[in-house]
């Protein structure tokens, strides 16, 4: 939920840490219930601009969408539907990088035109 949050813009919130003094985390679960886990998350993931993403975000998910954690067999036996979106959150970063390479592309075709 914490890649879907980033993504959707959907900030987690504090929490303060009892074991590390003055040590704060976020929690996404939380938001995520309230802004995200409602009934138009499929909607959501269907209209989500995916040609105007901002580069800061797919840098934020990058290392957790790289973590051992985060693997198929991993999200597979936590939840069908956790896998099925960290699969998206995962096209949506591969999309980004794609569009990185094609976009300049496409520019020199229009230009030669």
Known sequence: MKTLCI???VPGEKVKQ???KDAVTYDYWEPAK???LV???????KDHDRDNMNPD???KLKPLISAPDYTDEVLKNASKA???LAKW????????EAMKVVNPKREQLKIAQ
């Open 82 to 84: 956790a896998h099925g």
């Open 89 to 96: 959150v995962r096209a949506m970063v591969q999309y980004f």
């Open 39 to 45: 009934g138009d998350l499929l909607k959501k993931c």
């Open 18 to 20: 009892t074991s590390a």
């Open 57 to 59: 975000t797919i840098e």
């Open 34 to 36: 309230k802004k995200l």
């Open 7 to 9: 993504l959707f813009g």
